[in-house]
């Protein structure tokens, strides 16, 4: 097979992998819709009766919660940050694009500079294919 043929195949199994993972996705989403439905009824009737869990025959449903922490204002949150000293409210790591600016390619894709110190950078090679007109 000459590449022009490989290039031909790769996107026909890309294209044959995005409807597959699009039709698993459309059916999960179907599925999670019913799912959620019994789960808000199950619910509905714990809260009804006062108990934060149910044990059945089937298994055992229960109360849970499900959590999440989002940056409204980063400003007044570092501010906050740095006056209390409450670093704990920070991940450690690091912004991939901030450590590729500071590395500064050049025109043919290398890294004139080396990664900040502390910082390991890796950059795998490999192939993308796009489709043709």
Known sequence: MNVDDLTAKYIELRERK???????????????????????????IMHANGVTSVKTAHGTAYIAYR???TVADWDVL??????????????????????????????????????PPGVNFVRVEGVNVRRGK
């Open 18 to 44: 995005a409807k597959i993972k699009k039709e698993a996705e459309d059916a999960e989403a179907a599925l999670s819709v019913l799912q959620d439905a019994i789960g808000d009824k199950i619910r509905e």
């Open 67 to 69: 959590e999440s922490a």
């Open 78 to 115: 570092l501010g906050f940050i740095k006056k209390s000293e409450a670093w704990d409210l920070l991940e450690r790591r690091v912004s991939k694009s901030a450590v590729k600016d500071r590395m500064e390619e050049d025109r043919n894709g290398n890294y004139t500079h080396e990664p």
